[in-house]
């Protein structure tokens, strides 16, 4: 039976808002509205959009990073959140999946996350990074494989990865054995040079040939202000140019729009998933074509969490008012401690 459905998607080409605490919120629900006149189905955003791709951490040195590192902190994003409400509800508003790259704060650490909104709204997916790359891990903690999963979204499978994530085969190949329809990649954009984005081209567009699946990807860009913003340094503003390939692409590798390498904007196409199918029916990495009796992945997808309760009987799993140290320090049993 052919798959004879049409999904608009669009993948979002913009830059943050520097100056004003909640102005990339702002520019993320114009956008949306924006997509939803053209019908738009799935829209995708950069990574850490919200408030904004620590720029300063690739052309600064840490000693002199405190100030803007304290702010990125006191503008990132928490999960659940105002900021999680205001997106639910334009995606709810408008029957679309959003994928929102954010940084997320969880207490003192701060996350590069990404999160994936159904078309009623719902909190379908929140995943982060699992390795930040190089000067990103003085600003970022480290997720874990519970964040490798695709979400079963009203309109199709979505999986999403983080830029060099996408250098991790086993990372990818773990969202293909779930049978991904649509990849949701993001990249921050405006960094390193034209070198950057013809790299970007090179990694999604194999993705899409290895998993059978469609791939939008979204990149930031900064103004000329904002690039004078994050370093005075006309040799350092070098490295914060190029870098951007906003881009939807097909599971037979091939653009469906013209990429956008410039500036912001908006690029729109329709995915016809039956070529999905088409793909497939020639190499299935996860199906056909895989020889797991040879190669297989092995995937820890247990939350990482830094204390793990030692449950010692189902009344001690069912006691869930006592707090972790109350269920060490009282044998199963055991009345409680009376003062003399």
Partial sequence: MSDKRIIRAAAVQISPDFDRPGGTLDKVCAAIDEAAGKGVQLIVFPETFVPYYPYFSFVRAPVASGADHMRLYEEAVVVPGPVTQAVAERARMHRMVVVLGINERDHGSLYNAQLIFDVDGRLVLKRRKITPTFHERMIWGQGDGAGLKVAQTGIARVGALACWEHYNPLARYALMAQHEEIHCSQFPGSL?????????????????????????????????????????????????????????????????????????????????????????????????????????????????????????????????????????????????????
């Avoid at 999604?204 to 900064?222: D, M, P, Q, Y």
């Avoid at 951007?244 to 091939?254: D, N, R």
């Avoid at 497939?280 to 820890?300: F, I, Q, T």
């Fill in 192 to 340: 390193v040079g034209p070198i950057f984005a013809e790299q970007i081209e090179v990694t999604i567009r194999h993705h899409a040939l290895e998993s059978g699946c469609f791939v939008v990807n979204s990149t930031g860009w900064l103004t000329d202000a904002q690039i004078e913003a994050v370093t005075t340094d006309p040799k350092l503003q070098k490295a914060l140019r190029g870098g951007c390939h906003t881009a939807i692409v097909s599971p037979e590798g091939q653009h469906l729009a013209e990429p956008l390498t410039e500036g912001e904007g908006m690029v729109v196409a329709d995915l016809d998933m039956s070529l999905i199918t088409k793909r497939k029916r020639m190499m299935d990495s996860v199906g056909h074509y895989a020889r797991p009796e040879l190669l297989s992945l092995a995937l820890n997808d247990r939350p990482a969490v830094p204390v793990t309760s030692m449950v010692h009987s189902d009344t001690d799993i069912n006691a869930i008012g006592g707090s972790f140290y109350e269920r060490q320090r009282e044998p199963v049993g055991s009345e409680p401690a009376i003062d003399d």
